[in-house]
Antibody, heavy 120, light 108 residues
Framework: EVQLVESGGGLVQPGGSLRLSCAAS????????MHWVRQTPGKGPVWVSR????????NYADSVKGRFTISRDNAKNTLYLQMNSLRAEDTAVYYC?????????????WGQGTMVTVSS | DIQLTQSPSSLSASVGDRVTITCRAS??????LNWYQQKPGKAPKLLIY???YLQSGVPSRFSGSRSGTDFTLTITSLLPEDFATYYC??????????FGGGTKVEIK
């Protein structure tokens, strides 16, 4: 079964750091671009970042540029999101996602999400 | 960034109704528009990609269409499991992917 499982969320104080992980299984992880998407309860999803299949190219939303770093370990089939200088507005459910069998950069595989709460 | 405006933001419908949701892009995005369904506490689920292509495993009562910068998701005969929130997403600007604000489909 093709699956993504996020972990690493939790409560962190403003200015703090957190690293999220996304474990992939059931597919050849190193063939696929990966994305992070976040969502505040009651609001629409917001794209955060993406990384190409070998990790050599990354992109970020302006709201997280310079604070978040996406990376991957293809030997471990795992995607990461290092989040530094966290702000209250970063509070959200964070999902990893990928375009597995659909097309046009649509996300047909999503993880279950991990909650990040930034609060003192 | 490309803005996506969904309408309506919510609607009430009955089982068996035909439902239409619209997503308007702020500029041309060709057919780079996808539709998702989301239920409470769950991740979004892909329904339609590239404006009109039905994702594998999605029932044929869901369809998508495009007219210029206006995109439509249609559910031909609403079933109880279709009550959810629907989002559009543009991937034309691959470095600034954006989603619409959502349309909540509720039971009348």
């Amino acid at each position: 079964e093709v699956q993504l499982v996020e972990s690493g969320g939790g409560l962190v104080q403003p200015g703090g750091s957190l690293r999220l992980s996304c474990a992939a299984s059931g597919f050849t992880f190193n063939n696929y671009w990966m994305h992070w998407v976040r969502q505040t309860p009651g609001k629409g999803p917001v794209w955060v970042s993406r990384i190409n299949s070998d990790g050599s190219s990354t992109n970020y939303a302006d709201s997280v540029k310079g604070r978040f770093t996406i990376s991957r370990d293809n030997a471990k089939n795992t995607l990461y999101l290092q989040m530094n200088s966290l702000r209250a507005e970063d509070t959200a459910v964070y999902y990893c996602a990928t375009t597995y069998s659909s097309g046009f950069d649509s996300f047909d595989i999503w993880g279950q999400g991990t909650m990040v709460t930034v609060s003192s | 960034d490309i803005q996506l405006t969904q309408s309506p933001s919510s609607l009430s419908a009955s089982v068996g109704d035909r439902v239409t949701i619209t997503c308007r892009a702020s500029q041309s995005i060709t057919s780079s528009l996808n539709w998702y369904q989301q239920k409470p506490g769950k991740a979004p689920k892909l329904l339609i990609y590239a404006a009109s292509y039905l994702q594998s495993g999605v029932p044929s009562r869901f369809s998508g269409s495009r007219s210029g910068t206006d995109f439509t998701l249609t559910i031909t005969s609403l079933l109880p499991e279709d009550f959810a929130t629907y989002y559009c997403q543009q991937t034309y600007s691959a470095l600034a992917i954006t989603f619409g604000g959502g349309t909540k489909v509720e039971i009348k």
